[in-house]
Structures are given as structure tokens and as C-alpha cells.
């Protein structure tokens, strides 16, 4: 197993940014496709971003777009998610998971998720 860690949580006001990130110490993340997830209080978890493992490109889901921005530094092997104007819709714990297959925003085709890292905003 990969036992990714997520890091970089925490309770923020509204307006303000974080950033996340993704490691692990079992296994190279780089040239692998990785992707974050969010999941709410009583809500199905959802897709927030993938960093493309053959050519860092990126991919968002839409409603994300300009606020948050996943990037790789393959010096640290890590993959981060920067957070910017944060809303307190944005509260949900964070997941990051290695892509395996298929299409980039289902949760299904991602294996060894890590154990996420709580985001909470306040108004």
C-alpha cells in the first residue's frame, strides 16, 4: 500500500487560503496521477482537482476553477493543493488518492487514499 498522508488543514476564516499536501514514504508520487477529494458532512465525496502524472497538466472540476490549484514538486515528491478565498462551503475533510484508471473525476478510479485532513471556514 502507498499510505498517502494529507497535511496542511486546518480552522480558517473565510477569505483566507491554505495549502495541502499529499505524500507518502512507500512510494514515488511523481509520474503518477494524483487527485484530491473533498468530502462535506452528509455528503457524497467530491472531485477537486488531478495533476496528470505523464505531463503535470491539470484538470479541475468547474466550479473550483481560479480558486484552488493543484501542483507537484517532484524535488519533494509531494503534491500540493492551494486553497485561496476560502468560503465556509469549502469546509469538508481533504483526501488525495492515486488515479489508477478511467476518468479523472470519479472516486473509483483512485486507489490508497489517505485518511484526509480536516478543512473548516468560518464566517
Known amino acids: 500500500q502507498w499510505q498517502l498522508v494529507e497535511t496542511g488543514g486546518g480552522s480558517v476564516q473565510a477569505g483566507t487560503s491554505l495549502r495541502l499536501s499529499c505524500a507518502t514514504s512507500?512510494?514515488?508520487?511523481?509520474?503518477?496521477?494524483v487527485g484530491w477529494f473533498r468530502q462535506a458532512p452528509g455528503k457524497e465525496r467530491e472531485f477537486v482537482a488531478a495533476i496528470i502524472g505523464s505531463d503535470d497538466s491539470t484538470y479541475y472540476t468547474d466550479s473550483l476553477k481560479g480558486r484552488f490549484t493543484i501542483s507537484r514538486d517532484s524535488a519533494k515528491d509531494t503534491v500540493y493543493l492551494q486553497m485561496n478565498y476560502l468560503k465556509p462551503e469549502d469546509t469538508a475533510v481533504y483526501y488525495c488518492?492515486?488515479?489508477?484508471?478511467?476518468?479523472?473525476?470519479?472516486?473509483?478510479?483512485?486507489?490508497?487514499w489517505g485518511q484526509g485532513t480536516q478543512v473548516t471556514v468560518s464566517s
Open positions: 488518492a492515486v488515479h489508477w484508471f478511467g476518468v479523472y473525476d470519479v472516486t473509483a478510479n483512485y486507489h490508497d
Open positions: 512507500r512510494h514515488t508520487l511523481n509520474s503518477y496521477t
